[in-house]
């Protein structure tokens, strides 16, 4: 599957941004899906995650509580909305996807991953 990731921008503290990943393949609902993201100088560290369903999710203990991620097997899409930014959100943020379980995904060991889009949190 091809991951396509989009929705990054500049924004200020506080503001709100809405990441978008759009998958190829028509099994999209197969696939549990995941957010990472890689800040200039830092290792990538995992954001958040879904199952294939959408009924089990898991977040960092950075974003809980602001960020939201949410999938739509119908359009092969899924998003992470993101509230209350800070500036240690600036990152490069990927998605990725595997067939081997939520677990595995949330680990980095995602066998698909998407090109990544920036965000830029300016105080």
């Known amino acids: 599957v091809q991951l396509q990731a989009s929705g990054g921008g500049l924004v200020q503290v506080g503001d709100s941004l809405r990441l978008s990943c759009a998958a190829s393949r028509r099994t999209f609902s197969s696939y549990d899906m995941g957010w990472f993201r890689q800040a200039p100088g830092k290792e990538r560290e995992f954001v958040a995650a879904i199952n294939r369903s959408g009924g089990a999710t898991t977040y960092s203990g950075s974003v809980r509580g602001r960020f939201t991620i949410s999938r739509d097997n119908a359009k092969n899409t899924m998003s992470l909305q993101m509230e209350s930014l800070k500036p240690e959100d600036t990152a490069i943020y990927y998605c990725?996807?595997?067939?081997?379980?939520?677990?595995?995904?949330?680990?980095?060991?995602?066998?698909?991953w998407g090109q990544g889009t920036l965000v830029t949190v300016s105080s």
């Open positions: 990725t996807a595997d067939t081997s379980g939520v677990t595995t995904v949330a680990l980095g060991r995602g066998e698909f």
